[in-house]
């Protein structure tokens, strides 16, 4: 079985530019949860979606928006990119609210 | 907000020797996970606790949720090179209906062979 599958890997993007990263669950995990994980941190929570609605926001700010499609797949974007928001962004996916988090393997953003 | 707080930061040991890292929670915790990063890669969900006092056992390594479920420690005995990675400690935070994970700053091991 395939596990949580993020694209892309890598990306730059310019300061103030858009960017959607994407994230394919477990099959059957009806959760995902998306974190940014800055280098030598711990990773942060910014959503989580289940049954395709939010269920959970951290504290970012409105220019990081997701959603969950029918499939349960999700995708984050976020607006106006700082220097600030080059991280690694993780997506979790779980079977429900509250069992274990599968994270994908995380998509490495760059800001310039 | 609620914080976890692990330490140490970092931990050089030489192949062989133990490992300790700690999770304390100035608040009591309803349960704690464990999750291990290697370099380059993504957390890998180790172990939960959830009852006062628990320990749980996974080969070399030994998990305890302390009484109070205020701290929680992770104890790798006999170290080996594929130990190295940044192991964290997490909470699930209730928000939102939803469950978040308050992840520590985790404690990066560095073995030595």
């Known amino acids: 079985d395939a596990g949580v599958t993020q694209s892309p890997t890598h990306l730059i993007k310019t300061r103030g530019q858009h960017v959607t990263l994407r994230c394919s669950p477990i099959?059957?995990?009806?959760?995902v949860s998306w974190y940014q994980q800055v280098l030598g941190q711990g990773p942060q929570f910014i959503f989580q979606?289940?049954?395709?609605?939010?269920?959970g926001r951290g504290n970012f700010p409105d220019r990081f928006s997701a959603r969950q499609f029918p499939n349960y797949s999700s995708e984050l974007n976020v607006n106006a990119l700082l220097l600030g928001d080059s991280a690694l962004y993780l997506c979790?996916?779980?079977?429900?609210?509250?069992?274990?988090?599968?994270f994908g393997q995380g998509t490495r953003l760059t800001v310039v | 907000g609620q914080q976890v707080m692990q330490i140490p930061q970092y931990q050089h040991v030489q192949e062989g020797e133990d490992f300790t890292t700690y999770c304390n929670s100035s608040?009591?915790?309803?349960?704690i996970q464990w999750y291990k990063q290697r370099p380059g890669g993504h957390p890998v969900f180790l172990i939960q606790?959830?009852?006062?006092?628990e320990v749980k056992k996974q080969k070399r390594l030994t998990f305890q949720f302390g009484e109070a479920k205020k701290n929680s420690s992770l104890h790798i005995t006999a170290t080996q090179t594929t130990d190295v990675g940044t192991y964290f400690c997490?909470?699930?935070?209730?928000?939102?209906?939803?469950?978040?994970?308050?992840f520590g700053g985790g404690t990066r091991l560095m073995v030595k062979p």
């Open positions: 606790l959830v009852k006062s006092g």
């Open positions: 608040t009591t915790l309803s349960n």
């Open positions: 997490a909470e699930p935070v209730r928000g939102n209906a939803g469950n978040m994970l308050t």
């Open positions: 099959s059957g995990h009806k959760s």
């Open positions: 979606y289940y049954e395709k609605e939010e269920r």
């Open positions: 979790a996916s779980s079977l429900h609210l509250n069992t274990e988090a599968f």
